[in-house]
T-cell receptor, first 114, second 112 residues
Framework: NAGVMQNPRHLVRRRGQEARLRCSPMKGHSHVYWYRQLPEEGLKFMVYLQKENIIDESGMPKERFSAEFPKEGPSILRIQQVVRGDSAAYFC????????????FGSGTRLTVV | QKEVEQNSGPLSVPEGAIASLNCTYSDRVSQSFFWYRQYSGKSPELIMSIYSNGDKEDGRFTAQLNKASQYVSLLIRDSQPSDSATYLCAVNLDNYGQNFVFGPGTRLSVLP
């Protein structure tokens, strides 16, 4: 029973390139959450998705960032025209449909913008 | 702005002692509270959840919740060097959205 799978584990992008981060939730989980952790800072909520729906994107920067969770396949967090300030660890979590369980995080993607 | 606050530490305790980690939150309607442990360079790992006032024990860990005072704490008994990590307090703002707000974390160092 695989946990939350994120890939790649490490991603290096030059300024101006696009970064795509993928997240496959645990089996049976239909809720996906993306968080960002800047160096020496806490986890900040970015977006909450269900299949084919964005439920809450209040933590997403207004520009360059987008997320999707298609009917088939993993959830994707896309960052266009990356800048050095986007360098961070991006964690995905998933949870079951009901109730407010503490959710399980994936191993994260560490994005470095050079 | 809904906030979750923690002492940043580092909190140093000798091996075998009790480590006490505290967290306060600003939103009175919060219903669910969680403690995560994060080792350096790793992802957060859920170690405790608590939903009602009082104590909840799980092995060497005890979570304490006081909604009237808006604080939640984590006690680690018989601390081990392997407990050295950053401990994140998380508060669920509402049961529908499951939007968790995390505190900045407290770095714990258990000295052998």
């Amino acid at each position: 029973n695989a946990g939350v799978m994120q890939n790649p584990r490490h991603l290096v992008r030059r300024r101006g390139q696009e970064a795509r981060l993928r997240c496959s939730p645990m089996k049976g989980h239909s809720h996906v959450y993306w968080y960002r952790q800047l160096p020496e800072e806490g986890l900040k909520f970015m977006v909450y998705l269900q299949k084919e729906n964005i439920i809450d994107e209040s933590g997403m920067p207004k520009e360059r960032f987008s997320a999707e969770f298609p009917k088939e396949g993993p959830s994707i967090l896309r960052i266009q025209q990356v800048v050095r300030g986007d360098s961070a660890a991006y964690f995905c979590a998933s949870s079951p449909v009901t109730d407010a369980y503490g959710y399980t995080f994936g191993s994260g993607t560490r994005l470095t913008v050079v | 702005q809904k906030e979750v606050e923690q002492n940043s530490g580092p909190l140093s305790v000798p091996e075998g002692a009790i480590a006490s980690l505290n967290c306060t939150y600003s939103d009175r309607v919060s219903q669910s509270f969680f403690w995560y442990r994060q080792y350096s360079g790793k992802s957060p790992e859920l170690i405790m959840s608590i939903y009602s006032n009082g104590d909840k024990e799980d092995g060497r860990f005890t979570a304490q919740l006081n909604k009237a005072s808006q604080y939640v704490s984590l006690l680690i008994r018989d601390s081990q060097p392997s407990d050295s990590a950053t401990y994140l307090c998380a508060v669920n703002l509402d049961n529908y959205g499951q939007n968790f707000v995390f505190g900045p974390g407290t770095r714990l160092s258990v000295l052998p």
